[in-house]
């Protein structure tokens, strides 16, 4: 089991950058496969990233290619999340989820392990 809690979120012009944090404790973090969800209000938790146990491979959703960047540091039980060129449309609870297998990496159900969230809010 691991335990995580996000945090870096916050207020920021559409436009601007935020980088989230995830913080996991337990010392088979390496052992992971990590992703990011958001959620917005009324909507249902949503894929946004994931990145492989070394870290060499990351997946991506499409709505935030080339402007999300996932990354983690096993010595540090840490996996962020750099959020460029934020749109009104990322305005979110993100959520940091974690696996011990891989498959279908964007599916939510397949993730037993959360955090409790940041929220990320972009203005327009």
């Known amino acids: 089991q691991v335990q995580l809690v996000e945090s870096g979120g916050g207020l920021v012009q559409a436009g601007g950058s935020l980088r989230l944090s995830c913080a996991a404790s337990?010392?088979?973090?390496?052992?992971?496969?990590m992703g990011w969800f958001h959620q917005a209000p009324g909507k249902e938790r949503e894929f946004v990233a994931a990145?492989?146990?070394?870290?060499?491979?990351?997946w991506y959703a499409d709505s935030v290619k080339g402007r999300f960047t996932i990354s983690r540091d096993n010595a540090k039980n840490a996996v962020y999340l750099q959020m460029n060129s934020l749109k009104p449309e990322d305005t979110a609870v993100y959520y940091c989820?974690?696996?011990?297998?891989?498959?279908?990496?964007?599916?939510?159900?397949?993730?037993?392990?959360w955090g409790q969230g940041t929220q990320v809010t972009v203005s327009s």
């Open positions: 337990g010392h088979t973090f390496s052992t992971y496969i």
């Open positions: 990145i492989s146990r070394s870290g060499a491979t990351t």
């Open positions: 989820a974690a696996r011990l297998d891989g498959s279908r990496l964007d599916v939510k159900e397949t993730y037993p392990y």
